[in-house]
């Protein structure tokens, strides 16, 4: 991937596109739980804390939801590329980053890669439909309501 910066509004026609191929190594959260052999997740819950640890393919893209809150990720093996309509960082194992709420994500795995997030789980709930209702949201416009109702 090369270091342009691209718009929400690319970033949103990228994942169009892609969810229109048929090709297992490109997914999109887009809110939705993700279940597939590609991608696998694990889910692990400790006090007021829910961790979510994707495996990610080489060569495999992930357009995830937007993150409501503040929360930290790590890669624990691999090596990534994270863009954003605002920034766009290579990431090599072991990391850790604190990301900020509101970023679409797109993820590209140059090696086979762990990614974990952790969010706050102040309920302690494991319904991890529960779960991603508070978490992320869908898309900008989701995100934008969530943002005005939690102000």
């Not at 190594?25 to 887009?30: A, D, E, L």
């Not at 804390?49 to 990720?73: F, P, T």
Request: hydrophobic content about 35%.
């Amino acid at each position: 991937m090369d270091n342009k910066l691209i718009s929400r509004k690319e970033i949103v026609e990228l994942e169009k596109l892609l969810l229109e191929t048929d090709d297992e190594r490109v997914v999109s959260n887009g809110g939705e739980i993700m279940h597939c052999e590609e991608f696998p997740l694990k889910h692990s819950f400790a006090d007021g804390i829910y961790i979510r640890q994707m495996d990610m393919k080489k060569n495999s893209v992930v357009i995830g939801a937007i993150h409501n809150h503040l929360h930290v990720w790590f890669l624990l093996t691999g090596k990534l590329t994270v863009t954003t309509e605002s920034d766009q960082q290579d990431y090599l194992a072991p990391c850790y980053v604190v990301s900020q709420p509101g970023a679409k994500r797109v993820i590209y795995a140059h090696e086979d890669s762990i990614f974990i997030n952790i969010h706050k789980n102040p309920t302690n709930t494991q319904d991890i439909n529960e779960l991603e209702k508070e978490i992320v949201s869908k898309n900008y416009k989701e995100y934008e309501q969530y943002i005005n109702k939690n102000k």
